[in-house]
């Protein structure tokens, strides 16, 4: 998403301002939408990265352990049972081989490689104030947005970043259409965070909203 870069504090027409950005965000929130699901993990800060679910389900780290319990079960099962039963479970058993397989290489790859920035992001030093206004792209069941104002200057300050949000996992689809929700935040619409961001200057961040992290 374009956002303009910052130095300049002084609305031009047509700019999106803090207070335009701020309405749109609590006319979304007035929408109807699902239940705000509590994104309590455990906390990045005191624990390993791997243990914080949002970060395990980004880095293939669940899909890789759960592959490997279905296989070694497979594989156990069929130990026990004799060779008559391989033709009924040759096929499961190569599938959860291959999603094994899958999540490795995601663990060794971008996606693992995204999540331990994200956790060394969101317990770098020095966080910046920042006031955000939370927006879905689109209104309803889109990706939700986080836009970022300087902490200082009144309601004609112009956006200086854009966070998108990471959804919470889903284990299964309560409806039509869910695995498309948004994050379903349960944060106020406008509001302050803290920004923590890795040092080498990658442009990635994760906000702490009321002592919670993002």
Known sequence: MLHDDGESSAPR????????????????????????????????????????????????LSILVT???YTCLLSAICLLSGPWILPDAWAPLVVSAGMALY?????????????????????????????????????????ALLVLFPAAGGDDVRPDAVLELMPLP?????????SK???????????????????????????WIDGQAY
């Open 13 to 60: 027409s047509g700019a999106l301002t803090y207070a335009m950005v701020m309405a749109e965000a609590r006319r979304q929130a007035a929408l109807p939408r699902p239940t705000a699901r509590s994104r309590r993990e455990a906390d990045v800060r005191k624990v390993r990265w791997w243990r914080v679910r949002t970060l395990r389900s980004i880095s293939g």
């Open 181 to 207: 929700l948004p994050a379903d935040l349960p944060v106020e619409p406008a509001g302050n965070l803290e920004l923590r961001g890795p040092a080498d200057g990658l442009p990635m961040g994760v906000p």
């Open 67 to 69: 592959a490997l319990v």
């Open 103 to 143: 999540g490795a290489y995601r663990l060794r790859g971008v996606p693992g490689a995204t999540a331990r920035t994200l956790a060394r992001a969101a317990c770098a030093p020095g966080p910046v104030p920042k006031r955000y206004a939370l927006v879905y792209d689109p209104p309803w069941g889109g990706i």
């Open 170 to 178: 889903r284990l299964w689809r309560r409806f039509l259409g869910a």
